[in-house]
Structures are given as C-alpha cells and as structure tokens.
C-alpha cells in the first residue's frame, strides 16, 4: 500500500522553501557549494540551484557526493572522487532522505578528508527520524514521523520519471 506524502507540487513548494532558507541564513551567498548525495540528493541539489539562481541570480555549483567508501558498516578504501575546492566555502550537503543518519556521518567524513569548509549545513527533503547519530538537518522540507518497518520512497522525475514521496509498508 502507498501512502502519498509530498506530490509533484508540494515537492516544488518544498524545494523553493528550502531555498529560500539557504539564502536568508547564508552570510555569504556567493561562497555556497551544493554537494548532493548520489543519487536523489545531486537532482534535489541542482533544483535547489536553479531555483537560488532564479531567487538572486547567484549561480551555486552543484556536486555529487558517494559517501560509500565512508561508511562505518563497510569496509572501504575511505577514498573519494571529487576533486573541489571546499577550504572556506559553506557546504550545503543535500539528500532525500535522513533516517539513522549514518550515511550523512559517512557524508561528512567524505568531506573532511578533502578539506576544511568553513561550515556545513544539511538538507534533507524528507526527515522521518529513528536517529542513531547526533545529526539533525539545518533545512527539512518535510518532517515524517514513521514506523521503523515503513520505508520512505522519494521518487524525482530526473531518476524515476515522476515527483512523489510516499510510504511504503
């Protein structure tokens, strides 16, 4: 059974509000980089680009992060393809979901083996709780409060050919 919670509409709300938020807290638009976790974070974080060039007209680059050799249930080389420059810049790190905040863990590692931003905030589109780590998103478009047996499914028209979150049980 699917329980529809954001639809094509409420997704687009969600991401101009998300946007809007980003540049009323930045001090320093111009110094913002988007790191989108792959897959459904990079699609999230390039409309939340576009939707920041359409708000101020600043261009914010966008990037995709796999945190996947970060994890701590693996055991990975702890190396990273993304070649950036992030010293003293404000990383937005961008995914669909936040559920045990384990990958966003793996996340933050990823970055900081690359370099020292001057601040990292945390989108999540969906936040459904059941943490495991001290981590709490900066930016939510939508708090769900779940069952650990439900799964949360983000679906983006970029990977999946539609816009809708919805419940799966």
Known sequence: MKNIILDEIAIKRAISRI???ILER???PDNLILLGIVSRGEDIAKRISLKIKEIEDINVPVYAINPINFRDDRENSRELDLDIEIDGKTVILIDDVIYTGRTVRAALDAIL???RPRAIKLVALVDRGHRELPIRPDFVGKNLPTARREKV???????DGQDKVYIES
């Open 19 to 21: 946007s809007n938020e």
């Open 26 to 28: 930045s001090e320093e």
């Open 113 to 115: 083996s690359i370099g």
């Open 153 to 159: 499914i983000v679906e983006i028209s970029e990977v």
